[in-house]
C-alpha cells in the first residue's frame, strides 16, 4: 500500500513539472530584438554650406618718420557666406579623424571713417571676397552625433584701401590672396546613412596688409584682417 501511494504521489509531481514546459513549448517563440548598427563616419563626402561672415578689421594709418597715428580705429561687417566642401573621415571606436577642405564666397564691405567730416575725414574699407581653408578635424562620436574641433591654413582674397575725398581721394589700397590660420569646432548629426547635417563655428585671422600711399609716400596704411563665420553645412557621404 505504501509504495502504491510512493508510486501515486511520484507520477504526480512528475507531471506537474512536465506541464509548465509543454505550455512554454506551444507559446509563440518572439524575434530578437532588432540593433540598428553603430553609426560609421569613415569615407569619403561632399556638401554645400551657407551662414554668416562677421568682417573685424583695424585700421592704422601713421607718419613713415615718427610713428604717430593719424587714425586707428576697428571696425566690422556681417555678411552672408556660402560655398562647399569636400573631406575624408577615419573612425577608430568613438573617435573620429578627418581632413577637410572647402571655399566660400563672402559679401559685405566694412568702412569707416575717422572723424565727423564726411569729405576731410579719413576713410577705411576692408573686404574678404572669397574664402578657403584646409583643416584638420578631430570628433567624438556619440550615437549619430559628433561633437568636433577643427583648426588650419586659410587662404583668402582681401583688399583694403584708404581714402579722403576732400583732399586727395584715394590714398591708395592693395588687393591680394593672404595667408593666415583659422581655428573652430561643430557639431554633426547623421540624419542617414548617406546624410549629415552640421552647426560649425570658425575664427579666420589672415595677418595685416600694409602699403604706403600713392599721393603722400610718408603716410602708411596697415589693415589687421580677421572674421568669425557660423555656419550650416549639409554633407553626402560616400
Known amino acids: 500500500m ?3 501511494g510512493f508510486l501515486i504521489a511520484t507520477s504526480a509531481g512528475f507531471a506537474a513539472a512536465v506541464a509548465p514546459g509543454a505550455q512554454a513549448a506551444d507559446m509563440p517563440i518572439k524575434a530578437p530584438t532588432y540593433v540598428e548598427p553603430a553609426a560609421n563616419w569613415t569615407g569619403w563626402y561632399i556638401g554645400a554650406h551657407a551662414g554668416a561672415a562677421w568682417l573685424n578689421s583695424n585700421a ?3 607718419e613713415e618718420g615718427d610713428k604717430s597715428d593719424l587714425s586707428n580705429l576697428s571696425f566690422s561687417k ?3 557666406i556660402g560655398g562647399g566642401q569636400i573631406g575624408y573621415n577615419w573612425q577608430h571606436g568613438n573617435f573620429v579623424f578627418g581632413l577637410e577642405g572647402d571655399i566660400s564666397g563672402t559679401s559685405g564691405k566694412s568702412t569707416a571713417q575717422a572723424g565727423s567730416q564726411a569729405r576731410s575725414a579719413y576713410q ?6 572669397w574664402l578657403s ?3 584638420g578635424r578631430f ?3 556619440v550615437g549619430d552625433t559628433m561633437a568636433y574641433m577643427t583648426g588650419g591654413v586659410a587662404f583668402a582674397g582681401v583688399k583694403n584701401s584708404t581714402f579722403q575725398p576732400d583732399r586727395f581721394g584715394s590714398y591708395g589700397s592693395t588687393s591680394k590672396t593672404r595667408t593666415g590660420w583659422t581655428v573652430g ?3 554633426e548629426h547623421m ?4 546624410w549629415t547635417i552640421g552647426l560649425e563655428g570658425l575664427f579666420v585671422d589672415l595677418g595685416k596688409s600694409q602699403f604706403s600711399n600713392k599721393l603722400e609716400d610718408t603716410k602708411t596704411s596697415k589693415f589687421q584682417n580677421q572674421a568669425i563665420i557660423g555656419r550650416v553645412k549639409l554633407n553626402y557621404k560616400f
Open 2 to 4: 505504501q509504495k502504491k
Open 133 to 135: 581653408t584646409v583643416r
Open 191 to 194: 540624419l542617414s546613412r548617406n
Open 78 to 80: 556681417t555678411g552672408f
Open 60 to 62: 592704422r594709418f601713421f
Open 124 to 129: 577705411f574699407s576692408s573686404q574678404i571676397r
Open 139 to 141: 570628433g567624438l562620436a
Open 185 to 187: 569646432g561643430g557639431v
